[in-house]
């Protein structure tokens, strides 16, 4: 080897090492509005309330990476380092600001603050990131807890599927290592589903509303 081909592959070697060493973090996820979709909390998946955002910014400053979010009052907001081995985060520091909540939807808040994000006593939890891409620009974001608790997230506000709304008539019922149960004529049991998410149901025995 000639002096310069070594001095070259010790260049090209060094610039790898610089890249593995480095932090391991998708481009895509940067700059990004991610919009919870759901939170899966002690195995119960817990969607996200109708007329709530909740959001999740990554952010990126001369190497330094930031987490933003807000909740119903509050916001949160931590700063993170990249795994440069497999798609994980750590968490370095994190805040809550202090407003009172005392809506009807804080309870979503605080288990998607103090249940996934961190907890009451503020530990630095580490997540792993699952981070995909999609036609028509769309892209999801699955972050997973040390105990299983998931988040997950889109990169468009969620927004209802207008097929949702209307009167449904029950046709059949199945139960466990029993028949089905078919259900036909005027009177069947049926639930109709409204714009503003309000619903009536209604069978033989009576009516439930919510």
């Not at 988040?151 to 209307?166: I, K, Q, R, V």
Request: aromatic share 18%; net charge negative.
């Amino acid at each position: 080897y000639s002096t310069t081909a070594v001095v070259k592959k010790l260049i090209s070697l060094l610039i790898f090492l610089s890249f593995s060493l480095g932090n391991a973090q998708e481009p895509g996820m940067l700059e990004e509005t991610w919009y919870l979709k759901y939170l899966r909390v002690n195995n119960e998946r817990l969607y996200v309330p109708q007329g709530e955002n909740f959001n999740l910014i990554f952010s990126e400053d001369n190497g330094n990476y930031t987490i933003l979010a807000n909740g119903v009052e509050n916001g949160f907001e931590g700063e993170i380092s990249f795994s440069s081995s497999g798609f994980f985060f750590q968490f370095t520091s994190a805040n809550i600001t202090l407003l009172s909540c005392d809506l009807p939807n804080c309870y979503y808040e605080n288990h998607y603050f103090f249940d996934f994000l961190t907890n009451m006593d503020f530990d630095l939890k580490t997540l792993e990131y699952d981070y995909d891409t999609f036609s028509l620009g769309l892209k999801s974001l699955r972050l997973t807890g040390p105990d299983n608790a998931v988040a997950y997230f889109g990169n468009e506000p969620p927004t209802p599927d207008d097929t949702l709304f209307g009167t449904w008539y029950l046709y059949q019922q199945d139960t466990d290592l029993g028949d089905s149960q078919y259900f036909t004529g005027p009177d069947v049991p049926r639930l109709t589903i409204n714009p503003d998410f309000t619903f009536e149901g209604i069978d033989n025995c009576g009516e439930i509303l919510g």
